[in-house]
């Protein structure tokens, strides 16, 4: 069974400041690490990591995939406060196409 | 584009009703899921389907029923409620599973 672990599960920051949020994973075909970022209501889409592409940069945000050692990482710099929010790591396995194993998340609340 | 439209918003079921939660997606993606989200808890899947006709279970299935009979529409139905489905469902979808998915803004359901 796949398996996501996020840590830490809370974090709490001054505006300014850089965060690294972190992913393992357990899946047994992989496939895709996805970083969603949910603020109140749902889910939107920030990043997806494959074997093909395993770093990515939008802005202050920056994400880097490890398939030897099974983890993603997910920076966010000089943080604001409009980054608070959860973040979910979510993998999705070849051999269920379209099934995809979320973690618990992390909470990231910034202060000004 | 609507993107991917849930109804309704907000419900209160008694034990042992039945409903159907919609989903619909107006931009031809192949891939449709269905998961819930308890407090401080990640996404847990559902069901998924990878194409109209075609279902499979996710994580927690039992209580659902699903069904896909067009590419647009991908209905979940709860058989007869029970409080311990109470939660926040998000419908969502992805073309070819490329990318991250697109998610509804929600449905809260409290069983009562």
């Known amino acids: 069974e796949d398996k996501v672990v996020q840590s830490p599960l809370s974090l709490v920051v001054h505006e300014g400041d850089t965060v690294t949020l972190n992913c393992s994973y357990e899946?047994?075909?992989?496939?895709?690490l996805l970083w969603y970022k949910q603020e109140k209501k749902a889910p939107t889409f920030l990043f997806m990591l494959t074997s093909s592409g395993i770093e990515k940069k939008s802005g202050r945000l920056s994400s880097i995939l490890d398939k030897k050692e099974l983890f993603s990482i997910l920076n966010i710099t000089a943080t604001q406060t409009g980054d608070s929010a959860v973040y979910l790591c979510a993998v999705e396995d070849n051999t269920n196409a379209g099934k995809s194993t979320f973690g618990d998340g992390t909470t990231l609340t910034v202060k000004p | 584009n609507a993107g991917v439209t849930q109804t309704p918003k907000f419900q209160v079921l008694k034990t042992g009703q039945s409903m159907t939660l919609q989903c619909a997606q107006d931009?031809?993606?192949?891939?449709m899921s269905w998961y819930r989200q308890d407090p401080g808890m990640g996404l847990r899947l559902i069901h998924y389907?990878?194409?109209?006709?075609?279902?499979d279970q996710g994580e927690v299935p039992n209580g659902y029923n699903v069904s896909r009979s067009t590419t647009e529409d991908f209905p979940l139905r709860l058989l007869s409620a029970a409080p311990s489905q109470t939660s926040v469902y998000f419908c969502?979808?992805?073309?070819?599973?490329?990318?991250?998915?697109?998610f509804g803004s929600g449905t809260r359901l409290t069983v009562v």
């Open positions: 389907s990878v194409g109209a006709g075609i279902t």
């Open positions: 931009m031809n993606h192949e891939y």
């Open positions: 899946v047994t075909n992989f496939r895709s």
């Open positions: 969502a979808s992805s073309y070819l599973g490329q990318g991250g998915y697109t």
